[in-house]
């Protein structure tokens, strides 16, 4: 027969031993870059200086980060090379809007902002519309959000 007030007793301690146990949530990677492409494969130098996105090449590829970043040109990876933090894009290349309210989410390089020259992406145009509403109240709740939320 099972002795109820044992069994009452013990549940929290198994409880405490299951959490011990269980692995740890592993953070988010710094950089927001599915299959291994910061940005899907776009030049982040070419937001800067071209006004707006153009694909990479892999030929003009460098590792930053723990991703692989491409450029449209030579000119662009050494730009980048040089000054990495200054192009690319800010939270690691989360959406910016996301990451202001205490969240990560994908971005899409069409939904770009470049604001005191950083470069900022969104999920979705129309999210970058959101975003757009407020800028710097977004970019000054982004940075007290930044880099915790990775391990939310």
């Known amino acids: 027969m099972i002795d109820r007030r044992r069994l009452i007793l013990a549940a929290p301690a198994a409880v405490v031993v299951m959490a011990a146990t269980r692995p740890a949530f592993a953070a988010r990677p710094q950089v927001f870059a599915p299959d291994g492409l910061a940005i899907r494969g776009y030049d982040a130098v070419a937001y800067h200086r071209s006004g707006g996105p153009l694909r990479g090449e892999a030929r003009h590829a460098v590792m930053w980060r723990g991703a692989e970043w491409r450029f449209a ?53 129309s999210v970058r519309a959101r975003w757009s509403r407020d800028i710097p109240g977004n970019v000054a709740r982004g940075e007290g959000n930044w880099p915790q939320v990775l391990n939310q």
């Open 73 to 125: 040109s030579a000119a662009h990876r050494a730009a980048f090379e040089t000054d990495p933090v200054g192009f690319a894009p800010r939270f690691g290349g989360y959406c910016a809007w996301a990451v202001s309210r205490n969240y990560t989410a994908s971005t899409a390089p069409e939904a770009w902002t470049l604001h005191e020259g950083a470069l900022f992406l969104n999920h979705s145009l």
